[in-house]
């Protein structure tokens, strides 16, 4: 399975994972984060039924383990697993550049977000963006190493090729760096699809995962106004169920 194909199954899942009820803690509280899918049988629940589209589920639930990810179970999905970030990615865009026109800087050009793009292009921005997805679950700090071992469990089942398993291996063990995450961007677009995925990802309310963002942001050199742009089309989506 290459990269592209991965990110579509567990974007698709998206809506399975984050549909299912959080799980409470001893005291009876929800738990979020990771957490609250690793306690209370939480994921047995996302790993029942059989196929790729529960195991997906299971992973999705893992990495996107937070009150901010259930919006990935709403509108974005509702255009088709991958294709939703490209979507959203070029409405920003595209909003961003006529924006830019009106103050007499250049004209707006077709932006080449990756669902409008060929099959090998799409896979390097699917690597870009699972990077990104990847960094953004261990934004909060919460990730142990037994969570880190579930998550490459999980995955490892959806991706049998044995180079985006090591690749994935290394993502997940190696220590939460925004830099390194924004090299990945070749493009504006990548930059902008990465940092998109990212903030569907995070709970903005929490200090270091907000922290996380803008120094994301900062590292990959995204105009103030392109920003608040991908924002607002996070903000634009149902507040989840």
Known sequence: MNTSNLLDQLLKAGQQAMQKPAAKNTQGQQAGGLGGLLSGGGLGSLLSGAGGGALAAGAVGLLLGNKKARKMGGKALTYGGLAALGVMAYKAYGNWQAQQAQQGGAQPVEPQTLDRLPAAQVEQHSRAILKALV???????????????????????????????????????KPLDPADVARAAATPEMAAEMYLASVLMVDEEH??????????????????????????????LPAGV
Not at 141 to 160: C, F, P, S, W, Y
Not at 210 to 236: D, F, G, M
């Open 135 to 173: 960094a953004a679950a261990k934004a909060d700090g919460h990730v142990d190493e037994r969570e880190r071992q579930l998550i490459e469990e999980e995955l490892g089942k959806l991706a049998q090729d044995a180079e985006l398993q090591s690749w994935l291996h290394t993502e997940l063990n």
């Open 207 to 236: 200090f270091m995962e907000r922290a996380y963002l803008e120094e994301l942001a900062r590292q990959l050199k995204l105009p103030l106004e392109l920003k608040a742009e991908l924002e607002t089309q996070v903000r634009s």
